[in-house]
């Protein structure tokens, strides 16, 4: 569900014609909803009713910091993975203990800045990670909470590139090694261990991965318990798709994840946090581009559109779809035409769709890129000296631009040309 609709003939942003907005700042640009985040992040809170839980945004999927604020504000936890994104969700208003911070390459310096601004737990990865961790916390006169994450060598069945719960896999400790790793966890002066973390991929479209590495995490949990550890808390991660596609098979529901949590390690009392990024963002935003030619080929049509790979690179990625629509609805029974969808950087891997049908669209045509708020304008640059496009957030029927498109100037003076030259 999004708030992304059709009326009188116009693509409207909640109640605001996205005609109105490409208007005012300029295409290409995002543009997100906030009915959307909001309703998404409360179908995660719904699921979880009745448990003791916090649902904790994953920041790099949308890290705009008037996106984390209506989060925030909203009772949303955050997940980080580095210490700007800690930042971006302090800068949101979030407090620091309801920040989680995760990832496998956190430095010394990130540690310290987390643990003196305050944190609700670290996710280790790694057993240099953790023992850095301490000496960090002993020389603040701290104590970092911790859980371990562990990989549970199961397949999500997603994009090679987004899978991490693999053994082969760079995430996490090998379950395998769990007792050894906690045994030198509960060593180490610094640190207070508090649960289990795990996460096997991202864009996951069944449950039943999700149920295997659940039923490892429970299985774990009472060795562990078995052997002195506090395991009070259970890092569940997330990772639960959404269809690109209007016409590909519905991911399943939050609700039906959060019974499927309940039955796998609701009876072992332990607080669980969860993790989504994508099924909160995703739907709620999209990228608004405007045709400049229409070419043949000679085998086939190109709309070529001022949007390009440095703004949305996820097709040029992961050979992604996105659902590309007209802003202004077409008339009932127009006649489409298959066009290859591409943008102006000089590589061919800057194509967002190939023979994709659309109706007939001459140069001046807005398009929407639609479910492009996950992992979509966190990944932009500035690739061909391409400035970073505007982003909007809309609400009922206000408007305003969350992050601004920069000028050339600005981007010209970051750099800097030594003396001697």
């Known amino acids: 569900m999004d708030h992304f609709l059709y009326r009188n003939g116009q693509l409207m942003a909640e109640d605001v014609p996205v005609t109105e907005i ?28 009745g448990t003791d839980h916090l649902v904790c ?23 980080v993975v580095s210490i700007g ?29 987390a643990l003196e601004g305050g944190i609700r737990q670290f996710n280790v990865e790694s057993e240099p990670e953790m023992q850095a961790l301490s000496e960090v916390a002993v020389s603040l006169g701290k104590v970092a909470p911790i859980t ?31 007792r050894e790793v906690y045994a ?17 991929g991202s864009q996951l479209t069944d449950l039943e991965p999700f149920r295997q590495a659940y039923r490892k995490v429970a299985e774990l949990t009472g060795v562990l318990r078995a052997e002195g550890h506090e395991i009070s808390r259970l890092d569940l991660g997330g ?8 016409d590909n098979n519905a991911p399943p529901l939050p609700i039906e994840y959060g019974a499927m949590v309940r039955e796998e390690v609701g009876h072992l009392g332990c607080e669980i946090e969860i993790e989504p990024g994508r099924l909160i963002s995703g739907n709620s935003g999209i990228l608004v581009s405007e045709v400049i030619y229409v070419k043949s080929g000679e085998e086939r049509e190109f709309l070529i559109v001022d949007a390009a790979m440095n703004d949305l690179v996820r097709p040029a990625m992961y050979d992604a779809w996105h659902d590309i629509v007209p802003v202004v609805e077409p008339a009932a029974g127009a006649e489409a035409q298959a066009y290859d969808v ?80």
Not at 39 to 46: A, G, K, T, V, W
Not at 239 to 246: E, S, T
Not at 382 to 401: C, D, I, K, M, T
């Open 22 to 49: 490409a208007a005012s700042v300029g295409t290409p640009c995002y543009i997100y909803s906030t009915a959307t985040l909001l309703r998404h992040f409360q179908l995660f809170e719904e699921a979880l009713q």
């Open 342 to 421: 591409v943008g102006p950087i000089c590589e061919s891997g800057d194509t967002f769709a190939k023979a994709r049908p659309l109706p007939q669209l001459a140069p001046g045509a807005l398009v929407a890129f639609r479910s492009a708020g996950a992992y979509a304008a966190v990944m932009a640059s500035e690739y061909n000296s391409r400035p970073l496009v505007p982003e909007v957030l809309v609400q009922g029927h206000q408007f305003a631009v969350i992050r601004r498109r920069p000028t050339f100037d600005e981007m010209i003076n970051r750099d800097t040309i030594p003396e001697w030259l």
């Open 184 to 200: 030198l966890a509960a060593s180490l002066p610094g640190l207070k261990v508090v649960g289990i973390d795990v996460h096997i």
């Open 239 to 246: 990772g639960l798709g959404i269809p690109y596609a209007r």
């Open 148 to 178: 371990v994450r562990v990989n549970p060598d199961v397949d999500a069945k997603t994009h090679a590139k987004i899978s991490t719960g693999k053994k082969e896999d760079k995430f996490g400790i090998p379950i395998s090694r769990a």
């Open 57 to 79: 945004f994953a920041v790099k999927s949308l890290s705009n910091v008037a996106v984390l604020k209506v989060l925030g504000d909203a009772g949303a936890g955050m997940d």
């Open 85 to 113: 994104e800690y930042k971006r969700a302090r800068a949101a208003g979030v407090a620091g203990e309801r920040i989680v911070f995760s990832g496998i390459g956190k430095t010394r310096a990130e540690m310290r800045e």
